[in-house]
């Protein structure tokens, strides 16, 4: 990907960072807070902005309270395949899902609401975890001629990783902010989004590249 100076075509896409990603949350992502500094002063090098906010009913499918017996972290089978059961998060409406109050992006155009819907999660700002569900971002983006994706954001092996795949696929151009990320790491999963990474050529820059 040549030329890292933000253009037109550029959107700096900022994936779930709210309050129960964060130090004291119901799902905090290791140092996760230490993100919102850094997208703040990206944020200000793009004119085009978009956050994703992860938005579940109190009874959602991933969350460990719906399934009598199970706890936190194991994996079931869903209809669309294999789901990492999740403490309760991100419940619409709650403190926990709002964004941290350091998040101060006053320009951003779009907010994308993600697994809303009680039977499936959505990890990826593009689609649901059924890989066939749009969100509508894609069409947004074509829509206002946005081009090449810089993605910022928690968790890097979650939520960020499946966004950056799904937007190659969707034929975008697509960076990782790799400082404006942290991750959660699950038997291996910060090297396997590495590896994934590598694979598509997603490359991983730093807040410093984007000069």
């Known amino acids: 990907m040549s030329g890292m100076t933000p253009g037109e ?10 309050n129960d990603f964060c130090p004291g949350g119901a799902l905090a992502v290791p140092r996760g807070d230490e993100v919102v500094p850094i997208i703040n002063r990206l944020a200000r090098r793009f004119a085009n902005v978009v956050l994703t906010q992860d938005w579940h009913p109190a009874d959602h499918f991933s969350f460990a309270s719906a399934h009598p017996g199970r706890k936190p972290f194991e994996t079931v089978t869903a209809a669309y395949g294999p789901q ?28 994308v609401r993600k697994g809303f819907r009680r039977l499936i999660d959505s990890y990826s700002a593009f689609y649901e975890n059924d890989r066939k569900t749009p969100t509508g971002l894609g069409g947004y983006l074509r829509e206002r001629n946005l081009t090449r994706i810089f993605l910022a954001g928690l968790a890097l092996d979650f939520c960020v990783r499946y966004s950056a795949e799904d937007a190659v696929r969707a034929g975008f151009a697509v960076a990782v902010i790799e ?3 942290r991750g959660i790491d ?7 989004t590495r ?17």
């Open 84 to 111: 990492v059961l999740w403490p309760d998060h991100c419940v619409r409406g709650t403190p926990g899902s709002d964004f941290h109050p350091s998040l101060t992006i006053p320009h951003a155009a779009l907010v």
């Open 195 to 211: 590896r994934s990474f590598e694979s598509l050529n997603i490359p991983c820059v730093l807040e410093k590249d984007l000069s």
């Open 186 to 192: 699950m038997e291996g999963s910060v090297a396997a």
């Open 179 to 181: 400082d404006a990320c």
């Open 9 to 18: 075509s550029d959107v700096l896409l900022v994936i779930d960072v709210q």
